[in-house]
């Protein structure tokens, strides 16, 4: 199993102009622990719609590279986003969800990832150009070069610990978080 800072830590190293677009919650906390930076687009209160966000953002700026990055819970809640995904077909969209089988954020109640309910499986059958499931840090090189070059759509099922790591909170006024991202990617 993955230790999710190490993991997204590894991701993000030398992102250039990646755009990321993290779930809400942990994988916010896990983006912000490695490094604010004005083109993360932090989402707080929009549980399901992080792969939508993400979608809608590829769409709209196809040379752009976005990467998405969530919980199991936040996929599962918008598993029917895989199907639009999958129509769409972006190729510059991937999606890493970090699946640990609890929804972290209610009290780590077990999630359907833990009693099989396969995402990579249900990517594929959405027409992913590639999805399959990691669980070694050695694997996060790979990741990070698929986050920037892979032909997408593409997801990663990160399996990471259970482990509850202390919150690194971003900033949390979602006007200022747009507006920010919003300049930073008219800038660039």
């Not at 622990?33 to 792969?51: E, I, K, Q, R, S």
């Amino acid at each position: 199993m993955l230790d999710r800072r190490d993991f997204v830590r590894e991701l993000l190293i030398g992102r250039g102009d990646l755009l990321v677009v993290s779930g809400l919650g942990s994988a916010t906390y896990d983006v912000a622990a490695a490094g604010d930076h004005p083109l993360n687009f932090y989402l707080w209160g929009a549980m399901g719609g992080t792969a939508m966000i993400g979608l809608g953002l590829a769409l709209a700026r196809p040379q752009r590279r976005v990467a998405v990055l969530t919980g199991d819970g936040d996929m599962l809640m918008g598993i029917g986003s895989l199907a639009t995904i999958g129509v769409k077909q972006p190729k510059n969209l991937a999606i890493v969800v970090l699946d640990n089988a609890h929804y972290g954020e209610t009290g780590m109640q077990a999630s359907h990832t833990k009693s099989g309910i396969d995402l990579v499986g249900v990517a594929l059958a959405c027409r992913f150009k590639q999805a399959r499931a990691i669980s070694r840090i050695q694997d996060a090189p790979d990741v990070r070069k698929l986050l920037h070059s892979g032909e997408g759509p593409l997801l990663i099922s990160a399996r990471i610990k259970e482990d509850d790591v202390p919150r690194v909170l971003p900033m949390r006024d979602g006007h200022a978080i747009k507006q920010r991202f919003i300049a930073a990617l008219n800038s660039a």
